[in-house]
C-alpha cells in the first residue's frame, strides 16, 4: 500500500509562494503519475496539476497554468508543487494523489489527508 503524507502549506498573502510537498512510501511510483487535487469549502474537489514519473510530463488546470510548477525527486519518492503569484482564489485544502499513469485523474488511487493553503487579500 502507498502512503501520502503532505506538507507545506500555510497563510499566504496575495502574490506570494508556496512550495508543498508530498513524500511517498510503499510501492515504487515508476509506473506511477502522481499530482495535486484541491477543494475549496462548498465546492467539489478539483484537479490542479500531475506528474507521470516515466516520462516526467506535467500537467496543469487552466487556473493555475503559468503559475504553478509540479515536478518530482525519484530518489525521494517526493512531488512537490511550487506554487507562485498566488490569488485568494487559490484557497483551498490541497490533496496528494497517486495512481496508475493510465487512470490518472478519475478519483481512485492512494490520497493524503490534505494540507490547507490560505491566500489572504
Known amino acids: 500500500q502507498v502512503q501520502l503524507v503532505e506538507s507545506g502549506g500555510g497563510l499566504v498573502q496575495a502574490g506570494g509562494s508556496l512550495r508543498l510537498s508530498c513524500a511517498a512510501s510503499g510501492r515504487t511510483f515508476n509506473t506511477y503519475a502522481m499530482g495535486w487535487f484541491r477543494q475549496a469549502p462548498g465546492k467539489e474537489r478539483e484537479f490542479v496539476a500531475a506528474f507521470s514519473w516515466s516520462g516526467g510530463s506535467t500537467y496543469y488546470a487552466d487556473s493555475v497554468k503559468g503559475r504553478f510548477t509540479i515536478s518530482g525527486d525519484n530518489a525521494k519518492n517526493t512531488v512537490y508543487l511550487q506554487m507562485n503569484s498566488l490569488k485568494p482564489e487559490d484557497t483551498a485544502v490541497y490533496y496528494c494523489?497517486?495512481?496508475?499513469?493510465?487512470?490518472?485523474?478519475?478519483?481512485?488511487?492512494?490520497w493524503g489527508q490534505g494540507t490547507q493553503v490560505t491566500v489572504s487579500s
Open positions: 494523489n497517486a495512481d496508475r499513469a493510465q487512470a490518472y485523474g478519475l478519483g481512485g488511487g492512494y
